[in-house]
């Protein structure tokens, strides 16, 4: 059975930093998409970064780019996500997610496209 399980979500100040971890299990881990997504408050789910576990290739949102950087361990089946100079609005309930094939062409940024999902670890940036 396909697990995620996220991990690693707190409370900190604007301009702080936080790491992530998204744990899989269950599947074969390589050849796969997993992102990282984010809903905040009254918005819908959004897509922050992907990496894909075969290539390493990495993708980010606009918003994100630059301060947040995506990374796996394939011993560990584990991907992170560590977060620098956090913005309140950056607040939000994180997810990873993943699907069997490519990241390209944007696929990774649309929700219908996972077929799996962790529960959530949940971020806050105060001002």
């Known amino acids: 059975q396909v697990q995620l399980v996220e991990s690693g979500g707190g409370s900190v100040q604007a301009g702080g930093s936080l790491r992530l971890s998204c744990a899989a299990s269950?599947?074969?881990?390589?050849?796969?998409?997993l992102g990282w997504f984010r809903r905040a408050p009254g918005k819908e789910r959004a897509g922050v970064a992907s990496?894909?576990?075969?290539?390493?290739?990495?993708s980010y949102a606009d918003s994100v780019n630059g301060r947040f950087t995506i990374s796996q361990d394939n011993a560990k089946n584990t991907v992170y996500l560590q977060m620098n100079s956090l913005k309140p609005e950056d607040t939000a309930m994180y997810y990873c997610?993943?699907?069997?094939?490519?990241?390209?062409?944007?696929?990774?940024?649309?929700?219908?496209?996972?077929?799996?999902w962790g529960q959530g670890t949940q971020v806050t940036v105060s001002s």
């Open positions: 269950g599947y074969t881990y390589s050849s796969r998409c």
């Open positions: 990496i894909h576990t075969g290539s390493g290739r990495t």
């Open positions: 997610a993943i699907y069997y094939g490519l990241c390209s062409g944007g696929r990774w940024a649309q929700v219908r496209n996972y077929n799996y």
